[in-house]
Nanobody
Framework: QVKLVESGGGLVPPGGSLRLSCAAS????????MGWFRHSHGDQYELIAS???????YIAPSVKGRFTIGVTSDLTTVTLQMNDLKPEDTGRYYC?????????WGPGTQVTVSS
């Protein structure tokens, strides 16, 4: 069973930065279009960004120019660099395949943007 583990969240003031990481595996990252999702209210997971192992595929308009999705050179970690954070970016962030079928959801990592 694929295991996804997110980390890097925290409490930051508006304008701050965070770098999220999602530990996966080489086979997962090479074989899937991976995405970062935000769960801020309700039952919906909002897709924020996605990429195949070679190139970025999608950046949500609300974060374009501020967030960058990447993959480490060893192909074991999907990253999300978050700059110029805003209060509306607050939420729990998860990584998974960009579209169904999804792997089992990991624990996520909480991002809180507040002064």
């Amino acid at each position: 069973q694929v295991k996804l583990v997110e980390s890097g969240g925290g409490l930051v003031p508006p304008g701050g930065s965070l770098r999220l990481s999602c530990a996966a595996s080489v086979d997962v990252i090479r074989g899937s279009t991976m995405g970062w999702f935000r769960h801020s209210h309700g039952d919906q997971y909002e897709l924020i960004a996605s990429r195949s192992w070679g190139t970025a595929m999608y950046i949500a308009p609300s974060v374009k120019g501020r967030f960058t999705i990447g993959v480490t050179s060893d192909l074991t970690t999907v990253t999300l660099q978050m700059n110029d954070l805003k209060p509306e970016d607050t939420g729990r962030y998860y990584c998974n395949t960009a579209s169904p079928p999804h792997f089992h959801w990991g624990p996520g990592t909480q991002v809180t943007v507040s002064s």
